[in-house]
């Protein structure tokens, strides 16, 4: 079985362009979660999501974030017009009911 | 709102110590707490976990005990090895909420 994918795994972007992070959650997991990283600190929530739906949204920043978890297909973080605050590592992890969350390998993105 | 504190790291260790890495947490209601284990350049791996007050959670011979009444989740293990070294994150559910992380070395 399967882990949770993420893809890809290092993304370089510059100022003002857009990012798109993608995540293949384990098979059977109908639950999903994007977190970001900041160098040498914690995990901070970002958004959870169900097939189609937002459940909670309410650590994604106000602009420039979206996230979607579509009936087919991996859920998608997408970051527009980044900047270099941006920079992090962005976790996505699944779970089949909403408990024991299990995480991907993560995207690191850098933004020039 | 829920927030979980750890000992401030990094704590550095010889092979075969005992380890302990403090966690506390303040929560509503009855979360399930979690350790995840990070290793460089990887993602979080799911140590070991427990849903419920005077619960024992156990993995590769970590152990950690819910305890309500001192709300705290200290991981322990007897005798480290090098292969441990890596940095170890306390959580609560759900969405997880995690602590700052403890970076974990241990020498030879």
């Known amino acids: 079985n399967a882990g949770v994918m993420q893809n890809p795994r290092h993304l370089v972007r510059r100022r003002g362009q857009e990012a798109r992070l993608r995540c293949s959650p384990m098979?059977?997991?109908?639950?999903v979660y994007w977190y970001r990283q900041l160098p040498e600190e914690g995990l901070k929530f970002m958004v959870y999501?169900?097939?189609?739906?937002?459940?909670?949204e309410s650590g994604m920043p106000k602009e420039r974030f979206s996230a979607e978890f579509p009936k087919e297909g991996p859920s998608i973080l997408r970051i527009q017009q980044v900047v270099r605050g941006d920079s992090a590592a962005y976790f996505c992890a699944s779970s089949p009911k909403g408990d024991t969350q299990y995480f991907g390998p993560g995207t690191r993105l850098t933004v020039l | 709102g829920d927030s979980v504190t750890q000992m401030e790291g990094p704590v550095t260790l010889s092979e075969e110590a005992f380890l302990t890495i403090n966690c506390t947490y303040t929560?509503?209601?009855?979360?399930?707490l979690f350790w995840y284990v990070q290793y460089p350049g990887e993602g979080l791996q799911l140590l070991l976990k427990a849903t419920k007050a005077d619960d024992k959670g156990s993995n590769k011979g970590f152990e950690a005990t819910y305890r309500k009444e001192t709300t705290s989740f200290h991981l322990e293990k007897g005798s480290v090895q090098v292969s441990d070294s890596a940095v170890y994150f306390c959580a609560l559910s759900a969405p997880l909420v995690f602590g700052q992380g403890t970076r974990l070395t241990i020498n030879p």
């Open positions: 929560a509503t209601g009855y979360p399930s």
């Open positions: 098979k059977g997991h109908s639950h």
């Open positions: 999501l169900q097939k189609e739906n937002i459940i909670d």
